[in-house]
Nanobody, 119 residues
């Protein structure tokens, strides 16, 4: 059974920092591309950052220079370090995993963790 479990969401003041974690189980983590998405109330879910199985990263323009995605394959965990947080970063943050096993493309989602940034 595949599980992606996010943690680290909290209420923080603008300018503060948080680190989100996503622990994966039931998948071959080392071959899985991982991403963080977020969804604010009344808005569509959007990609925040992703990291390939080999460590290549990509960021949304709105978070470049403030957020850093990283992974620890030994711990089956992906992280999102968020610095200089802004009220507009307030959203539910979701962990996403994608891989292809035996020719089948698969996608997985976590349950989300709430990040609230107060002004």
């Amino acid at each position: 059974q595949v599980q992606l479990v996010e943690s680290g969401g909290d209420l923080v003041q603008a300018g503060g920092s948080l680190r989100l974690s996503c622990a994966a189980s039931g998948i071959i983590f080392s071959i899985t591309a991982m991403s963080w998405y977020r969804q604010a109330p009344g808005k569509q879910r959007e990609l925040v950052a992703d990291i390939t199985s080999s460590g290549g990263t990509n960021y949304a323009d709105s978070v470049k220079g403030r957020f850093t995605i990283s992974r620890d394959n030994a711990k089956n965990t992906v992280y999102l370090q968020m610095n200089s947080l802004k009220p507009e970063d307030t959203a539910v943050y979701y962990c996403n995993g994608r891989n292809t096993v035996m020719g089948y493309a698969r996608m997985y989602w976590g349950q989300g963790t709430q990040v609230t940034v107060s002004s």
